[in-house]
């Protein structure tokens, strides 16, 4: 399957909704994209679970957007992997790359894999 400009609209800002605080700490937003079975691999290393995700505190995002180096690759009929770099505006951490696996269910786009890697710029 190629990857139509509305399917790269609509996963861009779906993605870009993570990284808002107003969004990725809104929990009815958030139990509407996360796949039931969604898992995290966050840049520290630590698995994050849906529900541990959903329990998370807000906090201040200081993430730059539009999301930097944002690629789409079709990895299956209904799935699309996205690979970027988050820089930090400001904040302690650092730039890290980072994968989200959304897949298609019905006419819903839900994040059922996102891992980060710490780099350097």
Known sequence: MNIDATTILTLQALEEAM?????RFDRRHMEAVLHPDFTEIGRSGRIF??????EMP???????IPLS?????????????????TVPERSEHGAARR????????????????QGTPTSL
């Open 99 to 114: 994968a989200s696996v959304w897949v298609r269910e019905g006419e819903r786009w839900l994040l059922r894999y996102h």
């Open 49 to 54: 679970s849906r529900a541990n995700v959903l």
């Open 19 to 23: 990284w808002r605080t107003e969004t």
């Open 69 to 85: 180096d944002l690629t789409f690759s079709d990895v299956a009929d209904g799935a699309v992997l996205l690979t970027y770099t």
């Open 58 to 64: 807000p906090v201040e995002i200081s993430i730059e």
